[in-house]
C-alpha cells in the first residue's frame, strides 16, 4: 500500500481539531506551563464561553476591575448583553470563567492558576458590600462572588468632602 504525503495528511485533517503545535500565548503572571494547560483546556470544545483566549481575558478583567487602589467600595455592572464579548463586561462573569478553568485543569497549573486568583478574590471580598438580597436577585447565588451587591456603574461615586479640582473630570 503506498504511502501517504505529510501535505495530504494535513490537508485532510478537519479544520476545529486543536492545534497542540502552536505555542500559546503567555498569561501574564503565569508560567509558561500553566499558559500550556490553559490553552489545551481551551481549545477543547465544551463551553460556549470558554474559547482560546478568555482565561487570559477574564484575568485581565478581574485585575482591570479591581486596579483603581482605594478602600472606596466597587459594584460590578451588569452585562448589557450575553454574547461571549460583552459579558465580560460584568466582571462576576469573568469569575465564572477562571472558576471553570480552574475545574478542569490538572494539579498543578490549577494550584498556579488558584493562588493568582485567590489574590484577586481576597481584594474583591475586600473592595464590594455583601447583598442581603442575593438569593432573590442573582442565577447563581450559591458562587459567593455573585453575592456581593451590584450596580450600574464600575466607578466609585466622587467623595464629597474632597476639593472638587482634585476630582476626575469627565
Keep these: 500500500m503506498p504511502r501517504r504525503r505529510p501535505g495530504a495528511l494535513r490537508a485532510a485533517r478537519p479544520t476545529n481539531a486543536p492545534r497542540w503545535d502552536l505555542p500559546p500565548a503567555r498569561i501574564h503572571g503565569l508560567s509558561i506551563r500553566t499558559s ?27 485585575r482591570q476591575f479591581l486596579q483603581p487602589a482605594g478602600r472606596r467600595p466597587r459594584y460590578p455592572q451588569d452585562a448589557e448583553c450575553t454574547c461571549r464579548g460583552c459579558s465580560f463586561d460584568d466582571v462576576r462573569h469573568a469569575r465564572d470563567i477562571l472558576d471553570e478553568i480552574l475545574t478542569r485543569l490538572p494539579p498543578r497549573p490549577r494550584a ?4 493568582a486568583v485567590a489574590d484577586l478574590d481576597a481584594t474583591y471580598l475586600r473592595r464590594t458590600l455583601p447583598d ?26 466622587p467623595d464629597p468632602r474632597e476639593p472638587t479640582s482634585r476630582r476626575r473630570r469627565r
Design 36 to 62: 500550556l494547560a490553559i490553552a489545551r483546556v481551551e481549545g477543547l470544545p465544551a463551553d460556549y464561553y470558554v474559547y482560546s483566549g478568555a482565561t487570559d481575558r477574564a484575568l485581565r478583567r478581574y
Design 112 to 115: 498556579e492558576l488558584a493562588r
Design 132 to 157: 442581603p438580597f442575593a438569593t432573590d436577585r442573582q442565577w447563581h447565588p450559591d458562587l459567593w462572588w455573585r453575592r456581593r451587591l451590584s450596580g450600574g456603574h464600575e466607578e466609585p461615586l
